[in-house]
């Protein structure tokens, strides 16, 4: 077993760089009654996941920001295969999942994830070094060489083999367990990682300690993030790109620093503008988001944000907008990015 | 950066700490009550084992002119039975055959009842559903109903006995399994050993078993004192045991009769199922504390 | 109420056709012909055969089944071997001595079980609660029938003071409400208490101690409110799941009377269940075991509505 593989592995690579590394299109999760879809919906199911589109560069780090419920992390799970989509397809670097091209094992091994409740996603009858070894052991590696790779990886991970490795989770800080918890996703020597809300159950301090950890995994080890969380200046600080979605659906897509400086779609906008200031040249006067959350059950018609934005018109209660495009890369749904939409404010302009 | 085999590197030992198991004997050896049952019960089990070497006298010998002498005869300790036998060496030899049935049946059900109950909850879905509803027919049954009319239907013997408390078992075992097995399924750490690329098989041995046979375990301790008072019961019935062979509750059964001659003797035979009995409630409570403290 | 009792209902229909189908199967179980149990060893062939034909042994199983659920439907159990009088009559009879006997030792059980089981958890951790959860493991731990000898050795034996079996004097079959009857029931019905005693004690205590230890009792004593309002508090939210385990435990000394019916030959229906299981009775023990578990079955039901009605959070799906 090869302990500290330079990034990219030769031989791994199959679609080149101009490849994203995981392209989703058209993805969708319903839950409830049977397999409703667009339109055809039966009353009561929850269309948690309803029609998304993106892609995810080779190594960068693409951070996916929305509110509960908005089914961030259903499309996490849909994209790791921990539940089925009902529409939808995913290709990773360029081969579809479960194809003869690629198989849902070796996709496992290149695609991992880390989850939130540090607690949770840990055997506590297992000590740490069984929990992080029991991949590679999965996969054909021996009793010894995977412990030694297991040792190898706490060490990288901030967590002294000697001290940490014979130890069990309920023994260990928050933090500690989710380094445990990444030192584990890194042991199939994996090209995405999935972070789902992994920091947002953590102290301010040891969240900045994980990160920082985080960002230098990246960079030695060559790896891909999908950053998943609630939490404005963590993407803002982890991502290369951002995607914001809404009910599940993508309202917003773009570089980070785009997003932040000139946000295209009004949610997004709000979003911003709800994050507390300590600069008080700069006070939050009024709430930016009026009205009740959203009920994914019973969805809006037309644009699923229109009964809370502050620039609504007719059009967006009777029609859906696209993705457009504002700069580009970046995108945004709504209709006021559309010079053609019919938007009255555009009109003004 | 260089790649490196560390598989030839040999890895300092790590300080180890103490495992679940490790740490439930150190809190129920501190338990002065479930330490005093465990040692009852191992007292009765080691009587019962070498009853042929301890007992002063032969099971099945009497002899009707030394029937029913109380207690402190001498060479009657604990006085002589109906037939004459002494009582110590039937009640010593009656405990093989009464610990024997009140126990077997657990750990029948035990197997059978996990199996059962591990697989349903982790196949979920429709076979849940119906290995469950199976199940609750069982359950619309009370327990020594069924045990009784399965013994009745089967007849009397020892292992028609052990059968039918054995299915009386499975139920309870298999209820509480599956309840388990479901709750430990969908925790977080089997959802990532799944994303490890494991087989169902691998999951099951190295992530759910270690986290559900426990309290499985605990529950199957706290059925034994109830198998025996059963099986005992099918035994006074006249369902288990057959005379002449030494077993408690035939014991009592063929006593009643003497309730007016020797209440003492007469009552013997169940005070030894009673407390046989409190020792296992006992222990399998001390146990259950012992596992219950939340790490 | 009403719709979730109607749910639960509709939950039960399948379980109640498989306690008939097991009902059904118990005769059928043991190896070899149901009728050798019956037929005197020195029957003929022809007469075997006659016999096989008017039981219907001689039809394929699913087949008796359905006749004999048929029958069932329509009331009519068969008829008893030994007596020849009709098997619902008989079993109709034994029911209310075994109901009376069951209540009786239910409301005992309960009575003092609730008030052990408040001891020991609202003075949890003292000498009292050891006290209460010693009596309480006591009781469930007993051999009931053991303790039925015990109790007629002690009080009818050793002391004279009450009768040692049947239901009333010289054996009669009929329990009836009097000085004279009343001094029959005592005994099985406090021997019968013991283990539903023990469990609701151990219940009890642990309700209580689990309400007393929330918040919300904290708050409530802050306030300063009293300790009987604390206690009103207590058995408000204990009562739902105490009185379902005591229904629960009717249930089960219903069905699981014969022990103690045969030591007081008390006419039940578990000394009829022993009667029948001896005489190899077979229509006398399919019908008996029939109407005790679908008795256990409508009995959870209703417990299981009437809890839910009471607490609201507890709903099976």
């Known amino acids: ?349 | 950066m260089t790649a490196v085999d560390l598989s030839a590197v040999p890895i300092p030992p790590a300080e180890r700490s103490e495992g679940y198991w490790a740490s439930v004997l150190r809190r129920l050896r501190r338990d002065p009550v479930a330490m005093a049952a465990l040692a009852v019960i191992l007292l009765l089990v080691l009587a019962a084992i070498l009853a042929p070497y301890l007992a002063p006298a032969d099971p099945f010998r009497g002899s009707m002119a030394r029937r029913l002498r109380p207690v402190g005869t001498p060479g009657f300790p604990l006085g002589s039975d109906e037939l004459g036998r002494d009582m110590l060496t039937r009640l010593m030899f009656g405990g093989r055959l009464s610990l024997f049935m009140g126990v077997t049946p657990v750990v029948l059900a035990f197997a059978i009842g996990s199996g059962i109950g591990i697989f349903a909850a982790y196949v979920g879905g429709w076979v849940n559903t119906v290995v469950m509803r199976i199940i609750d027919v069982f359950f619309a049954f009370p327990s020594v109903l069924l045990a009784i009319a399965l013994s009745g239907a089967l007849g009397a013997g020892i292992l028609n006995s052990i059968v039918s408390l054995t299915v009386v078992f499975v139920p309870q075992i298999a209820r509480i399994a599956e309840a388990v097995t479901t709750q430990t399924r969908n925790r977080d750490f089997v959802e990532a050993a799944r994303i490890s690329g494991a087989s169902p098989l691998t999951i099951v041995r190295v992530h759910i078993l270690g986290n559900v046979l426990g309290p499985i375990f605990v529950y199957a301790t706290s059925l034994i004192s109830v198998s025996m008072i059963l099986s005992s019961g099918l035994s006074f019935l006249g369902l288990g045991v057959k005379p002449p062979e030494p077993e408690w509750g035939l014991m009592l059964n063929t006593l009643r009769t003497a309730i007016y001659n020797q209440p003492l003797v007469a009552a013997l035979p169940g005070v030894m199922i009673f407390i046989t009995s409190i020792a296992f409630n006992l222990f399998s409570d001390g146990l259950r504390g012992a596992m219950e403290v939340r790490q | 109420m009403l719709l979730y009792a109607l749910k639960r209902l509709i939950y039960v229909l399948p379980v109640a056709f498989g306690v008939s189908v097991v009902c059904f199967m118990l005769v059928h179980l043991a190896p070899g012909d149901p009728l050798t149990a019956i037929m005197p060893i020195d029957a003929t062939a022809e007469q075997q055969a006659q016999m096989r034909a008017a039981y219907g042994f001689d039809k394929p199983l699913p087949v008796q089944y359905g006749i004999w659920l048929f029958k069932v439907l329509h009331g009519d159990l068969g008829a008893s071997i030994a007596s020849g009088r009709s098997v619902a009559s008989e079993v109709g009879r034994a029911v209310g001595n075994s109901l009376i006997l069951a209540a009786l030792a239910t409301l005992i059980g309960f009575g003092f079980g609730t008030f052990f089981g408040f001891v020991a958890g609202y003075f949890r951790g003292s000498l009292l609660d050891r006290l209460a959860s010693l009596v309480s493991i006591l009781g469930v731990s007993v051999p009931h029938y053991w303790l039925g000898m015990v109790m007629v050795i002690v009080f009818s034996a050793l002391l004279g003071w009450l009768p040692s079996t049947g239901a009333g004097p010289g054996g009669s079959t009929a329990w009836a409400f009097d000085w004279e009857h009343i001094r029959y029931i005592i005994l099985p019905a406090f021997t019968m208490s013991a283990i539903p005693m023990g469990i609701i004690a151990r219940t009890v205590r642990a309700l209580v101690s689990d309400i007393l230890s929330q918040d919300f009792v904290q708050a409530l004593r802050a306030k300063g409110m009293g300790e009987g309002a604390v206690f009103r508090h207590v058995v408000r939210n204990a009562a739902p799941t105490a009185l379902a385990v005591m229904g629960l435990q009717l249930g089960y000394l219903l069905g699981g009377s014969i022990l103690i019916e045969t030591v007081f030959a008390w006419p039940g229906t578990g000394f009829l269940l022993n009667t029948a299981i001896f005489q190899r009775d077979l229509p006398l023990l399919q019908g008996t075991i029939l109407v005790l578990a679908l008795f256990f079955v409508g009995l959870n039901l209703i417990v299981d509505v009437l809890q839910s009605s009471l607490d609201p959070r507890i709903q099976r799906g």
């Open chain 1, 1 to 349: 077993m090869i302990i500290g593989a330079p990034p990219e592995m030769p031989g791994r690579d199959r679609g080149g760089p101009g490849t994203p590394l995981l392209q989703v299109r058209g993805l969708a999760k319903h839950f409830g009654g049977s397999s409703g879809l667009f339109g055809r919906a039966k009353a009561g199911v929850v269309r948690a996941v309803d029609g998304v589109d993106f892609s995810v560069g080779k190594g960068e780090t693409l951070g996916i920001v929305g509110e509960s419920g908005c089914g961030k992390s259903t499309t996490a799970r849909l994209v790791m295969q921990i539940i089925e989509p009902d529409a939808g397809e995913i290709l990773f670097d360029g081969e579809a999942v479960g194809s003869r091209a690629l198989g849902l094992r070796d996709f496992r091994r290149q695609v991992q994830m880390v989850f939130q409740d540090s607690y949770a996603s840990l055997n506590p009858r297992l000590t740490v070094e069984d929990t992080v070894a029991f991949g590679p052991r999965v996969h054909g590696a021996s009793p010894s060489a995977a412990l030694a790779k297991a040792h190898d990886l706490l060490h990288r991970v901030g967590l002294e083999p000697r001290r940490f490795a014979g130890r069990y989770p309920h023994e260990i800080s928050g933090g500690q367990r989710q380094r445990v918890n990444i030192a584990r996703a890194l042991s199939l020597d994996p090209r995405l990682i999935i972070l789902d809300e992994a920091v947002s159950a953590l102290d301010k301090s040891v969240e900045a300690q994980v990160l920082n950890l985080l960002l230098d995994l990246k960079r030695d080890f060559g790896l891909t993030y999908m950053f998943i969380t609630h939490d404005l200046n963590v993407v803002r600080f982890m991502s290369d790109r951002i995607m914001v979605m809404y009910l599940g659906k993508v309202a917003e897509v773009g570089e980070a620093e785009a997003i932040f400086e000139a946000p295209g779609h009004p949610y997004t906008s709000a979003l911003l503008a709800s994050m507390p200031s300590m600069d008080p040249d700069h006070r939050t006067q009024e709430a930016p988001l009026s009205g009740d959350p959203p009920n994914p059950i019973n969805p809006p018609s037309g644009c699923r944000f229109h009964p809370r934005c502050k620039l609504v018109s007719t059009l967006c209660s009777q029609a859906e907008p696209a993705l457009n495009v504002m700069a580009g890369d970046h995108l945004a749904a709504c209709h006021l990015v559309d010079p053609q939409s019919g938007h009255p404010r555009l009109a003004a302009a």
